[in-house]
């Protein structure tokens, strides 16, 4: 079954300072994976996706992520910090199906970034 | 582009009302939408899947008469809350694939149902 797990449900970083958001995921083929972010009362934006090809993917506002086969994992990463980020980051499985995918969700990790 | 919208964006009703949602996607056309339902601080469960022209297919657990979707056309989805109750509040949002192929999920800003 298919399934993502974030290990941290808080985080707190300085604002200027590097993060990075654990997933780690369990699905049976090669699995489609995502990060979206959310802002309070806000619904999701993608912040990247990955399906193939590098592993290392680039978004947007200055994120990464990279996928990491043997770890089951997909973190994400932004070298600094800003303010602007504080929001709640949930990763996501895609399982290919009938020519749309069915997502699912971690439980989300939520970014508190000090001044 | 991949713009979804949601009206309303905030409802509050009476207990024993019925709540319609519409979920439109607007620069793209969606043969599929899904609605989700995200408790606080909680991630968002797949409620149902929503394919135009058809009926939706409901996750386990989800009473497809007490939430009752409506996929119309290719830019559109409702999502109707029968018989509204207190444990029935919640945000709930909706996303759409594009037509052609989905690989990615685009997300309305949600609508925040308080049952009163």
């Known amino acids: 079954a298919q399934s993502v797990t974030q290990p941290d449900i808080h985080i707190t970083v300085s604002e200027g300072a590097s993060l990075e958001l654990r997933c780690n995921y369990s699905?049976?083929?090669?699995?489609?994976l995502f990060w979206y972010v959310q802002s309070p009362g806000q619904g999701l934006q993608l912040l990247l996706k990955y399906f193939s090809g590098d592993t290392l993917v680039q978004g947007i506002k200055g994120f990464e992520a990279e996928f990491k086969r043997s770890q089951s994992s997909f973190n994400l990463r932004k070298p600094s910090v800003h303010w602007s980020d504080a929001a709640e980051y949930f990763c996501a499985v895609g399982a290919l199906g009938n020519n749309f995918n069915k997502f699912y969700f971690g439980s989300g990790t939520k970014l508190n970034v000090k001044p | 582009g991949a713009v979804v919208s949601q009206h309303p964006s905030r409802v509050i009703c009476k207990s024993g009302t019925s709540v319609k949602i519409e979920c439109r996607s607007l620069d793209f056309q969606a043969t599929t939408m899904f609605w989700y339902r995200q408790f606080p601080k909680q991630s968002l469960m797949l409620m149902a899947t929503s394919n135009e022209g058809s009926k939706a297919t409901y996750e386990q657990g989800v009473e497809k008469d007490k939430f009752l979707i409506n996929h119309a056309s290719l830019t559109l989805s409702t999502l109707t809350v029968t018989s509204a109750h207190p444990e029935d509040s919640s945000f709930y949002i909706c996303?759409?694939?594009?037509?052609?192929?989905?690989?990615?999920?685009?997300f309305g800003p949600g609508t925040r149902l308080t049952v009163l």
């Open positions: 699905y049976g083929a090669t699995p489609y």
């Open positions: 996303s759409a694939v594009t037509l052609g192929g989905g690989d990615t999920q685009y």
